[in-house]
């Protein structure tokens, strides 16, 4: 699937990120939806440790759980696990939404996942509602934000959030600017220690406070062994967190749900041979 130099798919942080976003995407009204990091549309599983971890522990733990079962990521993505296969969030969006938008539209500065893209959406006959857009997707977020209305959904799936572009643009400028036009938008971020996380969630609750937006949630998994500065273990990223605003009550309350689940199914867990359970932490 030429996917070269992508490791990070199928650890927990794509878990945390996937399993509420599907059922969201599900429930909202959409007519359009961007995403800013869209990476390849599927990947090949090399059960890596992380992965084993991430994707594997999900699948294997999730049997004693129905709530977790039923969910349309659950639904989606097993079918694909049992092929030795993972469906990027592009790929599980198309696959969930399919005709539903008018657009899709999909961000990338590398051409070779953006025509995985365009490849795959021919073959399932959705190419007509699909434009990939190979470029530093935090201005082509900021210039796409006053085309765009209200029913518009955008996913922003960074890392650092915070880290201004060469236009002076981040990413977290991007979510404030969509969400004050009443956009729909789920924001994914990572860290690696506590004292970033305590940065991060700094810098949130400071322009959150200064920007009038509706219906902001943040919530974070994090693995109980990350310290303040180091970890023992990494399994692909220590703790993240999503930020979302102008969402229904219902995709709300889905976050907390699931997060609150995948505690109950990494309970236990180990990594390497240490404890690799999780806590949640309810930030706004």
């Given at each position: 699937m030429g996917s070269e130099g992508y490791k990070h798919f199928g650890r927990i942080g794509d878990i945390w990120k996937h399993l509420p976003l599907c059922e969201i995407v599900s429930s909202e009204d959409i007519q359009?939806?961007?995403?800013t990091n869209s990476a390849y549309f599927s990947y090949v599983l090399e059960h890596s440790l992380e992965q084993d971890y991430g994707i594997g522990l999900f699948i294997e733990n999730s049997k004693d759980h129905p709530k977790v079962i039923k969910s349309k990521y659950y639904k989606l993505i097993k079918p694909f696990y049992d092929e030795d296969k993972y469906l990027g969030s592009c790929g599980q969006i198309i696959h969930l939404l399919r005709d539903k938008p008018d657009n899709y539209i999909f961000f990338d500065i590398d051409k070779k996942a953006l025509n995985s893209i365009e490849k795959s959406?021919?073959?399932?006959?959705?190419?007509?509602?699909?434009?990939?857009?190979?470029?530093?997707?935090?201005?082509?977020?900021?210039?796409?934000?006053?085309?765009?209305?209200?029913?518009?959904?955008?996913?922003?799936d960074p890392y650092l959030i915070y880290q201004p572009n060469k236009d002076g643009y981040s990413y977290l400028d991007g979510f404030f600017e969509a969400s004050k036009k009443g956009i729909k938008c789920?924001?994914?971020?990572?860290?690696?220690?506590?004292n970033e996380k305590n940065r991060i969630n700094d810098i949130l609750l400071s322009r959150i406070k200064k920007t009038e937006i509706n219906g902001v949630s943040c919530d974070e998994l994090i693995l109980k062994a990350i310290h303040e500065n180091s970890a023992n273990i990494n399994p692909g990223v220590l703790g993240c967190g999503i930020l979302t605003s102008n969402l229904t009550k219902k995709s709300i309350k889905i976050i907390s749900?699931?997060?609150?689940?995948?505690?109950k199914i990494y309970k236990d867990s180990k990594f390497k041979g240490i404890s690799a359970e999780l806590y949640y932490d309810k930030i706004i």
């Open positions: 359009i939806y961007i995403e959406v021919i073959e399932l006959g959705l190419s007509h509602k699909v434009e990939t857009i190979q470029m530093d997707s935090v201005t082509g977020l900021i210039n796409l934000i006053p085309k765009i209305n209200k029913r518009a959904f955008v996913h922003i789920f924001l994914w971020y990572g860290f690696e220690t506590l749900c699931y997060a609150n689940l995948l505690v």
